[in-house]
T-cell receptor, first 117, second 113 residues
Framework: AQTVTQSQPEMSVQEAETVTLSCTYD???????LFWYKQPPSRQMILVIR????KQQNATENRFSVNFQKAAKSFSLKISDSQLGDAAMYFC??????????????WGLGTSLAVNP | GAVVSQHPSRVICKSGTSVKIECRSLDFQATTMFWYRQFPKKSLMLMATSNEGSKATYEQGVEKDKFLINHASLTLSTLTVTSAHPEDSSFYIC?????????FGEGSRLTVL
């Protein structure tokens, strides 16, 4: 069975600084997707970034980028130029590629990120 | 992007009553929707997978008679908490799948008195 591990329950960063959230996963599949979701105090889950396993290039979305190491099964999220609005819970998630829409997400336990002014 | 709307956002009910939560995909058809429960400062716990026109698939440990899920159309899935008890108080989130990506509703805070 697939698992997702986020080893940092809480992190903090100074405004305008850079922070990296770690995520490791375990799977025997070769084709899958990895996601980072943000859940602010409003509780609305927001997709931050998505990575297809077959793509070697790390996904980037403005100030958010990932370091995807497939062999090491590592998928860390880097937030550059941190802003107060980045304060939230961040969840790493895995989804297998096959079986279409029925494949459920496997979630990490989350990392609570505080941004200090 | 795809929008999923969940209603109500907050509901308070008395113990023993039933509560229905709706999840709608506003601008796309969702053959599959997922229902999650989230405890404070915890991760999402998948309760069930809802497929349009068929019975929901419940995760182990989730009481199907207590948490009734209906997915009668391609844009609407409902979760009914039957005979609610205080321990059912929680945050419930739905999501809809589109091309392998999940889009989430705003969540519903249920408080059972």
């Amino acid at each position: 069975a697939q698992t997702v591990t986020q080893s940092q329950p809480e992190m903090s960063v100074q405004e305008a600084e850079t922070v990296t959230l770690s995520c490791t996963y375990d799977t025997s599949e070769s084709d899958y997707y990895l996601f980072w979701y943000k859940q602010p105090p409003s509780r609305q889950m927001i997709l931050v970034i998505r990575q297809e396993a077959y793509k070697q290039q790390n996904a980037t979305e403005n100030r958010f980028s990932v370091n995807f190491q497939k062999a090491a099964k590592s998928f860390s999220l880097k937030i550059s130029d941190s802003q107060l609005g980045d304060a939230a819970m961040y969840f790493c998630a895995y989804r297998g590629h096959h079986a279409g829409n029925n494949r459920k997400l496997i979630w990490g336990l989350g990392t609570s990120l505080a941004v200090n002014p | 992007g795809a929008v999923v709307s969940q209603h109500p956002s907050r509901v308070i009910c008395k113990s023993g009553t039933s509560v229905k939560i709706e999840c709608r995909s506003l601008d796309f058809q969702a053959t599959t929707m997922f229902w999650y429960r989230q405890f404070p400062k915890k991760s999402l716990m998948l309760m069930a997978t809802s497929n349009e026109g068929s019975k929901a698939t419940y995760e182990q440990g989730v009481e199907k008679d207590k948490f009734l899920i209906n997915h009668a159309s391609l844009t609407l899935s409902t979760l009914t908490v039957t005979s609610a008890h205080p321990e059912d108080s929680s945050f419930y989130i739905c999501s809809a799948s589109l091309v392998g990506e999940l889009f989430f509703g705003e969540g519903s805070r249920l408080t059972v008195l």
